[in-house]
Structures are given as structure tokens and as C-alpha cells.
């Protein structure tokens, strides 16, 4: 999927999706980044994953002491980087940081999914570039956010954004469209899963009645 964000829903077009939000896709999207920012002290240095025209490290920056974004698409990047954000050109399951590099690393709304690449190699690189007893944050989605997510889609699908919404298709959490666009999610149970194979400690915890957030310390 990261070939669809690079090809048709990057930069101005990525902006467009969040001008078709809702009052309550808004809340949503306020929540994921007001819970990222109750876990940041001011000298923390902070890695988002998928970045995209940086829209969550531009509202990071005031909390913690340095931000970086990476990302696949270089014209969401390139928007990014006019906004005065520090961005880099890299796959998030392939990272060229040193081991224990950043005090957070975090991948948030249903990034683990959207990404379309190992979720364990994903998450196991995110720790690896996290300092001991430094945090990685994961969200998707809430099941119980179905009907906004989906109403947020058409929305999408309607002014252009997406292909056409394939009904017979879409339910139990996956939004596909007729042009190849794919939105999965994580359960519960993979988020189990997949932090129980990791040299972590971690918990999950509902944000808003629209993220699930899987939150992994790094052991010491």
C-alpha cells in the first residue's frame, strides 16, 4: 500500500483527505496526537514513522526536544520539508538509524497495517532504534469506530481521493476499493501477538473509542 501513498495519495492529495474530515474523524485525530504527546518530556528526541507532509510532527514539536519524520513518498516529503520539518527518504522496516537512537518512535493511525510490510520486522526495527526504556507507539483502529471510519472513506472515494468504495468487499474492519486502495486493521489479539516476540514489555489501551494503541517499552 505504500506504492498507493506514493503514487496517487501523496502531498496536496494527503491534505485533501484530512479536509474531508468530520467533527468526529477530527476528535479522532486530535486524540491519537493529545495521548503521543502525554507520553513526551522536553528533552526527548522523537521518531514518527510515515510522516507524510508532517502534520503529527509539526504539533510534536513543542513537546519534546527534536523531531524527525520519515517516509516512502518523496512529494509528501518535499511539502514536509517547505513546512520547516526535518524529514528523511526511508523505509520504516529498513531504517538506516543506529541502535538506540530516539527516545519514542511512533506509528500512528493504523500506520503497522497501512504500511503494507512485515508488521514483526516493522516493530522489531522500531525498538531497535529506541533507547532502552524509550517507547514505541502503534495505533489502529477501534472496532467500535467502524461507522465513522467508513463514512470518513466515502467521503474520500467521493471527492476523488480514493477509488470507488467495493461493498461487496469492505466489513470486519477492511475498507477496499476498486482501485486496488486497501485499509486493514490490527486486533488486539496481533498486536498480542506480535509485541509478545520482542524483547519488550508492553500494554494496550482504547483512546477516544477510536484508536487502540499498542504501546511498547524497550527493555533495558
Request: with cysteine; charged share 25%; aromatic share 10%.
Amino acid at each position: 500500500m505504500s506504492g498507493y501513498y506514493n503514487e496517487k495519495l501523496s502531498a496536496e492529495k494527503l491534505k485533501q483527505c484530512y479536509d474531508a474530515a468530520d467533527e468526529r474523524i477530527r476528535q479522532y485525530l486530535t486524540a491519537e496526537i493529545n495521548f503521543v504527546i502525554s507520553h513526551l518530556k522536553p528533552n526527548d528526541i522523537v521518531l514518527e514513522l510515515g510522516c507524510g507532509f508532517g502534520r503529527v510532527i509539526k504539533q510534536l514539536q513543542p513537546h519534546c526536544r527534536l523531531t524527525i519524520g520519515i517516509d516512502t513518498a518523496f512529494s509528501s516529503l518535499k511539502l514536509a520539508q517547505e513546512s520547516g520539518q526535518l524529514i528523511a527518504l526511508m523505509d520504516a522496516s529498513n531504517q538506516g538509524f543506529r541502535d538506540n537512537s530516539f527516545d519514542h518512535v511512533i506509528c500512528i493511525q493504523n500506520g503497522l497495517s497501512a504500511f503494507q510490510v512485515d508488521r514483526l520486522q516493522l516493530i522489531e526495527e522500531s525498538l531497535r532504534i529506541t533507547k532502552p526504556g524509550g517507547l514505541v507507539l502503534f495505533s489502529t483502529y477501534a472496532e467500535k469506530f467502524w461507522p465513522h471510519r467508513l463514512r470518513w472513506f466515502e467521503e474520500q472515494s467521493h471527492r476523488g481521493l480514493l477509488g470507488e468504495i467495493d461493498y461487496d468487499k469492505t466489513g470486519d474492519g477492511v475498507i477496499i476499493c476498486k482501485d486496488g486502495f486497501r485499509s486493514d486493521t490490527i486486533s488486539p489479539n496481533e498486536f498480542n501477538s506480535l509485541a509478545s516476540q520482542c524483547d519488550c514489555s508492553f500494554e494496550l489501551e482504547e483512546v477516544d473509542q477510536s484508536s487502540l494503541f499498542c504501546i511498547l517499552t524497550k527493555n533495558s
